[in-house]
């Protein structure tokens, strides 16, 4: 299976702060990644597809960037509404694999 | 607008069986493949199961095979998850998701929860 190694775990930040979550691959997986963002009780949504495509109706403060088996996810200047988990995900090859998620929280 | 609604969670005991159902609509139901996504109580997201947008070829995550099927009744526009011989750590939201663009999970249900408890 490919390993999705997420980082970091948990960020404190702080309303207009940049963010940068990274996902690493364990092999190739071109650019077949997405990011979520779940908010608690709620549904994954989808931010970002096929690794730097922004999902219609996403704000532009959200980036994605990488190829390969490196890829980030950037958030330029963090609004209040933005305070999630993050996740990215592969699904170039079954099974699909999650990131651990990331835990962005207010400062 | 796409619209994917889970049902059949609930309380079931260890070793029990359960069927869990996701009515699709808004879209061409036929046209894509269709997942099952879990998520333990505070814990990250786990690919679960995936079916092709006919049915004809399906994936089961190791933790899930000889266990779970995963079908779909395409005049329907229903997808399904068969579970069967539940154990403690399949207690989880389940979530319907289709595959989009390369497999991308562009939609989701709102999950249903699926308890394992005697």
């Known amino acids: 299976d490919i390993q999705m190694t997420q980082s970091p775990s948990s960020l404190s930040a702080s309303v207009g702060d940049r963010v940068t979550i990274t996902c690493r691959a364990s092999q190739d997986i071109r650019n077949d990644l997405g990011w979520y963002q779940q908010k608690p009780g709620k549904a994954p949504k989808r931010l970002i597809y096929v690794a730097s495509s922004l999902q219609s109706g996403v704000p532009s403060r959200f980036s994605g960037s990488g190829s390969g088996t490196e890829f980030t996810l950037t958030i330029s200047s963090l609004q209040p509404e933005d305070f999630a988990t993050y996740y990215c995900l592969q699904h170039n090859t079954y099974p699909y694999t999650f990131g651990q998620g990331t835990k962005l929280e207010i400062k | 607008e796409v619209q994917l609604v889970e049902s059949g969670g609930g309380l079931v005991q260890p070793g029990g069986s359960l069927r869990l159902s996701c009515a699709a609509s808004?879209?061409?139901?036929?046209?894509?493949?269709m997942h099952w996504v879990r998520q333990a109580p505070g814990r990250g997201l786990e690919f679960v199961s995936a079916i092709s947008n006919n049915g004809v070829s399906t994936y089961h995550t190791n933790s899930v095979k000889g266990r779970f099927t995963i079908s779909r009744d395409n005049s329907k526009n229903t997808l399904y998850l068969q579970m069967g011989s539940l154990r403690a750590e399949d207690m989880a939201v389940y979530y319907c998701?289709?595959?989009?663009?390369?497999?991308?999970?562009?939609?989701w249900g709102q999950g249903t929860l699926v308890t394992v408890s005697s």
């Open positions: 808004g879209f061409t139901f036929s046209n894509y493949a």
């Open positions: 998701t289709r595959g989009g663009y390369r497999g991308s999970y562009d939609y």
